[in-house]
């Protein structure tokens, strides 16, 4: 089980749409899936899609540990074909980085609320809800399903920053709020 290489910002397999898992009996599937585990793992990410290891395909896996969801734990999932609906037309604006986009973070807007259903590893739909930090994830990974990294659906990019030189300033959110925004 190697950690895979991640793919960065202006590789084309960011940039296109992945498509659907339709075969939930081929072999190899379980062997990508343990690997992407293992490189979110390694990277110390929350979530990754599988276009950032260079796999077009609709794959997502995100865990949200307690302490960056009001203090509820979302277990480790794993998604083939997600499709998202917002809940709610209200969104808010959250810092957000990227493994693919590595050393930056930027402030996004997102719907707070979502459902999202999916695909499990038999290939059975699963149907959630998602709010807040949780949601977010979903939103950021699905996206990169699409083609969009968060950049893409930045409105103010005067956010835009690194993250070493954000920490370095005063007056901004501290370095352990920023870095709970990592990375995905
Ligand atoms: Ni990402």
């Known amino acids: 089980m190697p950690v895979l290489p991640i793919a960065l910002m202006g590789a084309n397999v960011l940039k296109r749409r992945a498509v659907e898992v339709t075969d939930f009996k081929d072999s190899l599937?379980?062997?990508?899936?343990?690997?992407?585990?293992e490189t979110m793992d390694a990277a110390e990410g929350v979530g990754l899609a599988?276009?950032?290891?260079?796999?077009?395909?609709?794959?997502?896996?995100?865990?949200?540990p307690a302490a960056r969801n009001e203090g509820i734990e979302i277990p480790l999932t794993i998604m083939f074909?997600?499709?998202?609906?917002?809940?709610?037309?209200?969104?808010?604006?959250g810092w957000e980085a990227c493994l693919s986009v590595p050393g930056l973070i930027g402030e996004v807007s997102r719907y707070t609320a979502i459902s999202y259903r999916y695909q499990d590893i038999t290939g059975a739909i699963i149907e959630c809800e998602a709010e807040g930090f949780h949601a977010r994830v979903v939103q950021h990974?699905?996206?990169?399903?699409?083609?969009?990294?968060?950049?893409?659906?930045?409105?103010?990019?005067?956010?835009?920053?690194?993250?070493?030189?954000?920490?370095?300033?005063?007056?901004?959110?501290?370095?352990s709020e920023l870095q709970k925004s990592m990375s995905e």
């Open 29 to 37: 599937l379980r062997g990508l899936v343990d690997d992407m585990l």
């Open 81 to 93: 074909n997600p499709v998202i609906k917002p809940l709610k037309k209200t969104r808010e604006d």
């Open 141 to 175: 990974e699905c996206d990169h399903l699409d083609g969009i990294l968060y950049p893409m659906r930045m409105k103010d990019m005067s956010t835009l920053a690194f993250v070493d030189v954000l920490n370095s300033e005063v007056g901004q959110p501290s370095g």
């Open 50 to 64: 599988a276009p950032q290891v260079s796999v077009s395909k609709r794959i997502v896996i995100f865990y949200v």
